[in-house]
């Protein structure tokens, strides 16, 4: 049921962003100011990863004295992995989830649910927080917003072109 809700919405949320850039098009016939604004969206995007994706979540962000057993286990990863510390959030959710966001180490953030954090041991957690982490190591949410930002534009190229010509392009014969 959860997958399905995540697929449905996946496609709703693709379907405005296709719409919107449509829309765009066609209010300002000019695909290079469609781009500087994929651009100036792809830009926020990333700048403001993280407190989009707290958002969206309803994640806050916890002191060591609200949360000692949470920063204790990120604080041991860390100094094993030896890379800065992310900020540590809690989404007061049921459902069991956790997820690194943030432009690079230096702007990360970590959150879990109170969902998981009530069913996981401690050695569990520890398990859940180190795959985290790596995706803070590897810088993979910047990775993925640059790589959607280029599917994006090639899309916009191509559908440009597509309405261009469906819509009364350059006519050879003449």
């Known amino acids: 049921?959860?997958?399905?809700?995540?697929?449905?919405t996946m496609f709703l949320l693709g379907l405005v962003y296709v719409a919107f850039i449509a829309a765009l098009i066609v209010l300002l016939k000019s695909v290079v100011l469609v781009i500087v604004i994929a651009a100036g969206l792809l830009v926020a995007q990333f700048w403001f990863s993280d407190r989009i994706a707290l958002y969206s979540m309803h994640?806050?962000?916890?002191?060591?004295?609200?949360?000692?057993?949470?920063?204790?286990?990120i604080d041991r990863l860390c100094a094993t992995a030896d890379m800065p510390k992310p900020q540590v959030a809690i989404s007061e959710m049921d459902l069991p989830n956790a997820f690194a966001t943030g432009r690079n180490a230096d702007h990360a953030v970590v959150c879990v649910t109170t969902g998981l954090l009530r069913r996981l041991e401690t050695d569990e957690l520890e398990g859940v927080l180190a795959h985290e982490l790596s995706h803070v190591a590897h810088r993979d949410v910047a990775v993925i917003t640059i790589a959607s930002f280029l599917g994006v534009i090639a899309g916009l190229i191509v559908r440009f072109a597509f309405y261009s010509q469906l819509f009364g392009g350059r006519n050879d014969r003449d």
Do not use: I
């Open 1 to 8: 049921q959860l997958t399905a809700r995540m697929v449905v």
């Open 59 to 73: 994640g806050h962000l916890v002191s060591r004295e609200e949360q000692p057993e949470l920063h204790g286990v």
